[in-house]
């Protein structure tokens, strides 16, 4: 047990971070974050920003999948959603960047609504089902789509500010790691709140909270709307970080990808979100390192890159499923704990 939490009024109990210790890590980690492109190179900037990207998203998918209880398999397609809007804003408007983020959101929370109606009667396998149908939907309209470039996609010029053309990581970097820790902490305060007590609710048993008066349409419609717009968000800074969206880049292994991430993070936390996304994204980092090992003795190495991707992540999830369900935030808690307790023991 923690010493030094003792609350005294309303405002400490609905403090985000309680303690003196958890104010100055997060302090530090500010500074840490500010200093990193002074010092990291620029493979790590680049890195650093797609981890970011892919934070943001799994996070929107932690709200539906590990808050609500409501599987989805459609977040790629919502960040293509995301981008194209981008693209298209930039390309035939020419609207600041910060602007394009917001109504690429907004967008992508009217289309996840629509893809979220049916989830007040299915539900499981059945609602993953449904949203991969409507992955498909979407890439058709990427692909087919005149205003989306269809299958040669969209090249767009790069982000502006203050007259500035941000085209290198490095400076993107100041755009997307902002966006992606406003996002994190609106996804942290919103669980602190009565809409996300109601999603919580409704992933513990939807039928109890229907009886203590939770409108289960509603609020499962509004957490597709949360989760898309953080996809679309996501997908938008894709967008400018990259400058190319053709309807190739959100295909369905990219969905699993993040199911993955919230899966072996940790399903229902948002440290879950972070630790996951952060994992599988240096997962194919690891494996590129491994196969330029080995690709002297076993030329074909690189060729087999792809499946064996596939695999890992398979591989995965089965495992933190059989050995550690609660993913790697459980890992961090429980090594948290032994240093809270250290020397003694329990």
């Known amino acids: 047990m923690r010493i030094g939490t003792l609350r005294t009024s309303y405002a400490a109990d609905e403090a985000l971070f309680d303690t003196g210790l958890q104010r100055s ?3 530090l980690l500010a500074i840490a974050l500010a200093t990193f492109p002074f010092v990291a190179g620029p493979y790590w900037v680049y890195m650093a920003c797609l981890v970011a990207i892919n934070v943001a998203s799994a996070t929107g998918l932690n709200i539906l999948t590990g808050y609500t209880g409501l599987v989805s398999l459609g977040q790629a397609a919502f960040m293509g959603v995301g981008a194209y809007t981008v693209a298209i804003l930039e390309i035939h408007i020419g609207t600041p960047f910060a602007l394009n983020l917001l109504v690429a959101g907004a967008v992508t929370a009217l289309v996840g609504m629509v893809v979220g109606i049916p989830s007040l009667r299915v539900k499981g396998l059945y609602l ?3 949203t991969i149908g409507a992955s498909f939907i979407l890439h058709f309209i990427f692909a087919n789509w005149h205003l989306t470039g269809e299958a040669r996609g969209l090249s767009m010029p790069p982000a502006r500010l203050f007259g500035i053309d941000l085209d290198q990581s490095s400076e993107l970097y100041w755009i997307i790691m902002p966006v992606t820790v ?4 609106g996804a942290a305060n919103l669980f602190r709140t009565r809409i996300g007590r109601a999603f919580i609710a409704i992933r513990d048993r939807d039928i109890s909270a229907e009886v203590l008066g939770i409108p289960l349409l509603q609020y499962k ?3 597709f ?3 898309s717009f953080y996809a679309g968000v996501a997908g938008g800074l894709w967008a400018y970080f990259f400058r190319v969206v053709t309807p190739e880049s ?3 292994i990219n969905s699993i990808f993040y199911l993955a991430a919230i ?3 940790g399903m229902g936390t948002i440290l879950g979100g972070i630790l996951g996304a952060a994992f599988m994204t ?5 494996l590129k390192l491994v196969v330029s090992w080995v690709s002297p003795w076993f030329p074909d190495a690189l060729a087999a890159l792809a499946p064996i991707r596939t695999i890992v992540f398979g591989a995965l999830i089965v495992g933190f499923l059989i050995f550690e369900p609660q993913g790697l935030a459980e890992i961090w808690r429980r090594v948290r704990r032994f240093f809270h307790l250290w020397p003694f023991r329990t």
């Open 25 to 27: 890590l997060l302090a």
């Open 128 to 130: 993953a089902i449904a």
């Open 221 to 223: 419609l509004l957490s």
């Open 282 to 286: 240096m997962v194919p980092e690891v």
């Open 250 to 252: 959100f295909p369905l």
């Open 225 to 227: 709307a949360l989760s």
């Open 182 to 185: 406003l996002m994190v902490l």
């Open 263 to 265: 899966i072996v993070g």
